[in-house]
């Protein structure tokens, strides 16, 4: 499975984005997408996920507020919709892909596949 990212560039503060994760080479729907983000002196940290049917979705921190995960798997898509955006919110984004059968308890720790990633600055 490869993975593309992309909808990444500079927004403003309280503005939105919607990233898109693109899977090709493997059945799309048999795997759980992940979103991550890496910032510059940072750990890279898990947001949230969502598994190969949308049936479950699970957020990392207090990340469901202003994050939003959802797939069209007719287009083998995931996209990350963030509002309300903030200059923390700075860094690097990655999609990445795992089979995993729900993730209800919690997002998967460890992923198979991953995207080269797309730069999301939040700056006015």
């Known amino acids: 499975l490869s993975l593309v990212e992309s909808g990444g560039g500079l927004v403003q503060p309280g503005g939105s984005l919607r990233l898109s994760c693109v899977g090709s080479g493997a059945t799309f729907d048999y795997y759980t997408i992940g979103w991550f983000r890496q910032a510059p002196g940072k750990e890279r940290e898990e947001l949230s996920c969502?598994?190969?049917?949308?049936?479950?979705?699970n957020y990392v921190d207090s990340k469901a507020g202003r994050f939003i995960i959802s797939r069209d798997n007719a287009k083998d898509t995931v996209y990350l919709q963030m509002n309300n955006m903030e200059p923390e919110d700075t860094a690097t984004y990655y999609c990445?892909?795992?089979?995993?059968?729900?993730?209800?308890?919690?997002?998967?720790?460890?992923?198979?596949?991953w995207g080269q990633g797309t730069q999301v600055t939040v700056s006015s």
């Open positions: 990445a892909a795992l089979i995993v059968g729900t993730v209800a308890a919690g997002c998967p720790f460890k992923y198979d596949y």
């Open positions: 969502i598994s190969g049917n949308g049936v479950s979705t």
